[in-house]
Each structure stands twice: as structure tokens, then as C-alpha cells.
């Protein structure tokens, strides 16, 4: 008897805690994510910092990508919703030269056009702190920035506005 009620009570402990489980992820995720239309583009600005890969991976698994800055009216929204979360945050955007050093090329393999640059500080591939060098971008104050792809730092995805977009 004894035996059957604590099986019962760990069965019930294991639902509960599940269910406490499953409620913390879905109020975390939630938390930890502003989403922002535009147009016809959903953005994901994530609060949690992984690597640039991971993160675009990550992207994906919502059905985009890693955010693509194709005119001035789409980097001064997206540096408008960095300023807005906080001026100090970084975000990783699309942008990578990791193929080939010093040629720039968006997550969809289009070239970076010169025209439509906001580099905080000129690219250096500086590499003290990672020997494979600075081949990511990231917002930082409303400019673009080359850092590490290992660097740990929030994201923007960028995911196509439909109405089953989550």
C-alpha cells in the first residue's frame, strides 16, 4: 500500500514538474523575445546570447534568417529598435566575410553594396582574442560592427510577415 501511494505522489511529482517546466519555457521564450512588424517583415529581436552560428540556426528553425539590411529605411528601423531595447546591446545581423576575408556577403550569398554601409569602426579582422579573426556583424549603438563569430550576443531575425507567422 505504502509502495503504491508513493509511486502515485512521484507520478504526480513528475506531472507537475513537467507542467512547471513546460510554463517556465513558454513564459521565458516569451520574455526573452520582442517581435516587431514592418512592412512586410516580421523581426525577431531575441534577449538570449549565443554564437553567430547558433543563432542563425536558430533563426531558421522560425523560418527565417538572420536579418538582412537591404536600404536606409530598414537600418534605421532595425538601429531605431536597438536604441529603443538599449543602446549598449549588440545583435547579430546576416552579414559575414568568413568565406573569403574582406568580402562581405549577406545569409541569402548577396554581396554587401557599398552604398548601404554603417560601419562603426572600418573592419579590422583583429585577432587578440580569436585566432579565425572578426568575421561576424553585429548592431552596437545604431553602427555595424565586425566581431568574432564565436562571440556570445543577442540576435535579429528576420522572418517573411504571413498569417501564420508565429
Known amino acids: 500500500m505504502a509502495l503504491s501511494v508513493l509511486l502515485i505522489l512521484s507520478l504526480l511529482c513528475t ?3 513537467f507542467n512547471l517546466q513546460h ?15 514592418d512592412k512586410d517583415r516580421l523581426y525577431v529581436f531575441s534577449e538570449i546570447k549565443m554564437s553567430w552560428n547558433s543563432s542563425r540556426m536558430c533563426c531558421q ?9 537591404n536600404s536606409r529605411e530598414e537600418h534605421e528601423f532595425l538601429a531605431g529598435q536597438v ?4 543602446e ?17 556577403l ?11 554601409t554603417w560601419w562603426k569602426y572600418v573592419p579590422d579582422d583583429w585577432k587578440e582574442h580569436d585566432p ?35
Open 15 to 17: 506531472v507537475y514538474i
Open 132 to 166: 579565425s579573426g572578426e568575421d561576424c556583424v553585429i548592431y552596437v549603438g545604431g553602427k555595424w560592427a565586425d566581431v568574432s563569430c564565436s562571440s556570445s550576443e543577442r540576435r535579429i531575425c528576420e522572418l517573411p510577415h504571413t498569417s501564420d507567422t508565429p
Open 61 to 69: 528553425e522560425l523560418g527565417g534568417d538572420l536579418a538582412i539590411v
Open 23 to 37: 510554463y517556465y519555457y513558454l513564459l521565458h521564450s516569451e520574455i526573452m523575445e520582442m517581435k516587431v512588424q
Open 83 to 86: 536604441e529603443s531595447i538599449g
Open 106 to 116: 549577406w545569409v541569402d550569398h548577396s554581396p554587401l553594396l557599398e552604398n548601404l
Open 88 to 104: 549598449s546591446d549588440h545583435y547579430w545581423i546576416g552579414l559575414t566575410d568568413a568565406q573569403s576575408e574582406g568580402m562581405w
